[in-house]
């Protein structure tokens, strides 16, 4: 017989004092905030789908795949056994199960398919959801989802790639669009030149025939940052004669043959480590113009707007994560005699934790809300326009810090890959870069601001009837009239405004819809002159349980 393992015959302690691990949970069910946004916004028919959405991104099988997808991530595929360039990418199985589940559940397409309300929000709540679970796979999610509204400036365009993009089959095959039962469309804007200046596009292109909306051009160039670059087309700029113009490249000509497309590398980031990123370069490549020449940047801008909510929405959701994960910890760690969660102090941490969660959420899912109202009310779509923006600086600028502060509360624990908060803590800067940095949102606001008509008026309508609520609202609320009317230079303070500008939304919006203890935390922690910077400094009258309880998962669904 062979000898017993020494471990198995002097065990050397018991496993205890540990918490359980959070899997097969459903994160929408555990979510009061979320549920009561669907409901409120007359989004009730989405529950069940929101629920399936909430099930598959907290199953033990879903972590899985996301541990898998991000440990083993894409690798360049550059030539095929006989030497022939394919630039494709390749990636590990469970990515590919992460994206098949995202598209079934129609995150990419749900606001555009039927005639029921809300479907923006439907969009961004279940996008909410699935970051949760993985995040990576949401970028080309995203991207198909904001590129119908560009492409349709276009009607021929769309007619040859909607219903590709709008299938609820995912196909990750390279082929040409006419072949595939689904398609996925990438983005590829940044030049090295340039960044965030656009306007600075090297990449020209040139006409194959008389040129113009929706006729054929050869585009030639580089760009520094091509997302997603397994898609099948792109949406991309470059110069034409009458200057910086949109256009759709795919990865296929119209005779079948593989359009000039060479991926020179992919990134090594820094997180969002299951999704490819990489730098590209056209040479003769096969586009066709979308929208105005010369107004690429209007075109593209309307891909830009829906992209702006995702980041948002995704920023709100690893918010939520990240607080769950510290909160189910606390829950089941003692220390010092008791629980961690009935530690003072730690539960001062935790429910300033949850409340910038919640807060997050009810301000992105009413962006979303206003998304399905622009269409037909003026003063949504100036809101959109200027609440998109508000929300993705600020909620994206909140979310390391927040996430940094979960990790810590499971101490050394937090700090190991087989735990999902490294994965967070390295996602949670990029949302604060992707469509926009910090400072351009910035500027951006100030721009509609200034241009955009109605856009101040939409969002006074939306804070002013928080009015008289609270004290403290009343006395910020008179603050920002104040900022707004200073002569100085508008881009110097432009963060000062932003920051300002969103906390009073998050409130008015809390005081309007969640009265009461939450409401009261934040207008105490957020407008009183504490708790914008460490967390856990709420005033010590908070109903901290009550806060808490909106960051509780419960198991078994």
Not at 15 to 37: G, H, M, R, Y
Not at 412 to 421: A, K, L
């Amino acid at each position: 017989m062979a000898p017993r393992s020494p471990c198995a015959v002097l065990p050397t302690h018991r496993v205890d004092n540990q918490p359980p691990v959070l899997e097969d949970v459903n994160f929408f069910d555990s979510d009061p905030i979320l549920t009561a946004v669907l409901k409120r916004e007359g989004a009730t028919w989405a529950m069940r789908k929101a629920q399936a959405m909430g099930a598959f991104a907290g199953s033990a099988q879903t972590i899985e795949w996301a541990q898998m997808a991000n440990r083993f991530g894409p690798e360049l595929n550059s030539f095929d056994c006989h030497g022939q360039r394919i630039d494709e990418v390749r990636f590990h199985p469970a990515y590919h199960e992460l994206m098949k589940a995202g598209i079934a559940y129609e995150v990419h397409s749900i606001a555009w398919t039927g005639d029921r309300p809300g479907g923006h929000l439907t969009h961004s709540a279940l996008e909410f959801l699935l970051c949760q679970g993985e995040a990576g796979v949401c970028c080309p999610i995203t991207m198909t989802y904001a590129a119908i509204p560009a492409l349709r400036q276009q009607p021929e365009v769309a007619a040859a790639w909607e219903d590709a993009c709008l299938s609820t089959h995912y196909d990750p095959r390279c082929l040409p669009v006419t072949e595939k039962s689904g398609a996925t469309i990438g983005m590829a804007m940044t030049e090295k030149q340039g960044g965030s200046d656009v306007r600075a596009t090297q990449t020209t292109a040139r006409p194959m025939g008389r040129g113009g909306s929706g006729e054929d051009y050869l585009l030639t160039g580089h760009k520094w940052f091509c997302s997603a670059p397994m898609s099948d087309a792109f949406l991309t700029l470059a110069q034409t004669e009458k200057g910086l113009s949109c256009f759709l490249l795919p990865r296929w000509r119209p005779d079948g043959t593989r359009n000039p497309f060479y991926l020179q590398r992919l990134k090594d980031k820094l997180g969002n480590r299951s999704n490819a990123s990489s730098e590209v370069e056209f040479l003769d490549s096969w586009a066709q113009m979308v929208g105005e020449e010369g107004r690429g940047i209007a075109t593209i801008m309307t891909m830009v707007q829906h992209t702006r909510l995702d980041t948002a929405s995704a920023s709100a959701g690893l918010m939520r994560q990240a607080v769950v994960q510290a909160v189910h910890h606390c829950e089941h760690r003692k220390a010092f005699g008791k629980r961690l969660v009935e530690q003072p102090l730690m539960t001062n941490l935790l429910a300033d934790l949850a409340l910038e969660s919640a807060a997050a959420t009810v301000l992105v899912m009413r962006v979303a809300g206003a998304f399905d109202r622009a269409a037909g009310d003026r003063g949504e779509r100036a809101f959109a326009r200027l609440a998109v923006a508000l929300a993705k600086f600020w909620v994206a600028k909140r979310l390391p810090h927040l996430t940094y502060e979960s990790l810590e509360c499971l101490g050394g624990s937090g700090y190991v890959e087989e735990n999902m908060m490294p994965r967070l803590y390295r996602e949670a800067p990029l949302n604060s870069i992707w469509e926009g940095s910090g400072n351009v949102i910035c500027l951006d606001i100030l721009r509609v601001l200034e241009k955009e008509p109605g856009a101040m008026e939409a969002y006074w309508a939306e804070v002013a009837p928080a009015k008289g609520g609270d004290r403290r609202f009343d006395e910020a609320l008179q603050d920002l009239q104040q900022e707004l009317g200073r002569k100085e230079e508008p881009q110097a303070r432009a963060r000062v405004l932003a920051e300002r500008m969103a906390l009073l939304l998050q409130a008015a919006l809390l005081l309007r819809h969640h009265p009461g203890p939450l409401a009261d935390a934040f207008c105490a922690g957020r407008l009183a002159g504490v708790g914008t910077g460490t967390y856990g400094t709420l005033p010590p009258d908070t109903d901290f349980e009550f806060v808490l309880q909106t960051a509780r998962v419960t198991t078994g669904g």
